[in-house]
């Protein structure tokens, strides 16, 4: 019988705590919102079509995004940018991440609601603070 050796860490190195699979793909824990697609019990499968948009409003456990396509008019030969709003379900593990300007991406699922057909699958990219339009002081007559 052939016996393996188990390698010790050495003194005052803290052992290495294991993580699910799960927890290694959000960063995070776990959530208790049964419609995540991570980590849910309802187990939403994102499947269909993906939009990547800026958060226009952050309502409690959904968002509204926005963006813009290309319409062609055949008449004129040419082509028109269109609006279009899309409601998606927000999980409580982004909820903090997430806010108004941001642009994310989220994606098909089954339907949740009558307007909710979409699921917050991550956050591309967060609004630069800097950014920000500041009003500023005209100079006048003082």
Do not use: W
Request: proline fraction near 6%; charged fraction near 35%.
């Amino acid at each position: 019988m052939v016996t393996k050796k188990v390698k010790k860490a050495p003194k005052g190195v803290p052992p290495v705590q294991k993580t699910s699979a799960k927890a290694d793909k959000v960063g995070k824990v776990s959530c208790n919102d049964k419609f995540c697609p991570i980590h849910g019990s309802k187990k939403l499968k994102m499947r269909g079509r993906t939009f990547d948009g800026v958060v226009i409003k952050k309502l409690p456990g959904r968002v509204t995004i926005q963006f813009e396509r290309m319409l062609r008019v055949p008449k004129y030969e040419r082509y028109e940018k269109r609006k279009t709003k899309l409601h998606a379900r927000l999980p409580d593990c982004m909820k903090n991440d997430v806010a108004v300007g941001d642009l994310i991406q989220i994606a098909e699922t089954r339907p949740i609601s009558k307007m909710i057909h979409f699921v917050v699958s991550k956050l591309i990219k967060a609004k630069d603070v800097a950014s920000l339009d500041v009003p500023q002081e005209k100079g006048g007559k003082k």
